[in-house]
Nanobody, 122 residues
Framework: QVQLVESGGGLVQPGGSLTLPCAAS????????MCWFRRAPGKQRQFVAV?????????????NYAEAVKGRFTISRDNAKNMVYLQMNNLKLEDTAVYYC??????????WGQGTQVTVSS
């Protein structure tokens, strides 16, 4: 079992930056990809970023981002600390959402954190 805990959310002005850490615990040896998703008010959850772990997930050999965040968001990891990060720069009003950390283990098995609220407002 894997547990994920996001933090770092908050209120930020347009053009500002935030970094969202995701702390992982449990057995992550079989995790194939680490991802971030978000759910904006009144909308469905959407993909933000993915970082494969190198364990051979088809179609996800490289880090990838949703078009809406390319060039502004960066996903990274610290293996020693079992942490995944989402660095968000030049935030826009439409980035307001609850952000979720997700670890995909393959065979339809994935793990979710509880989410952290990011609000972009002037």
């Amino acid at each position: 079992q894997v547990q994920l805990v996001e933090s770092g959310g908050g209120l930020v002005q347009p053009g500002g930056s935030l970094t969202l850490p995701c702390a992982a615990s449990g057995d992550i040896s079989n995790i194939k990809a680490m991802c971030w998703f978000r759910r904006a008010p009144g909308k469905q959850r959407q993909f933000v970023a993915v970082m494969p772990t190198g364990q051979g997930i088809t179609g996800a050999d490289t880090t990838n981002y949703a078009e809406a965040v390319k060039g502004r968001f960066t996903i990274s990891r610290d293996n020693a600390k079992n942490m995944v990060y989402l660095q968000m720069n030049n935030l826009k009003l439409e980035d307001t959402a609850v952000y979720y950390c997700n670890f995909y283990a393959g065979d339809g098995i994935d793990y979710w954190g509880q989410g952290t609220q990011v609000t972009v407002s002037s």
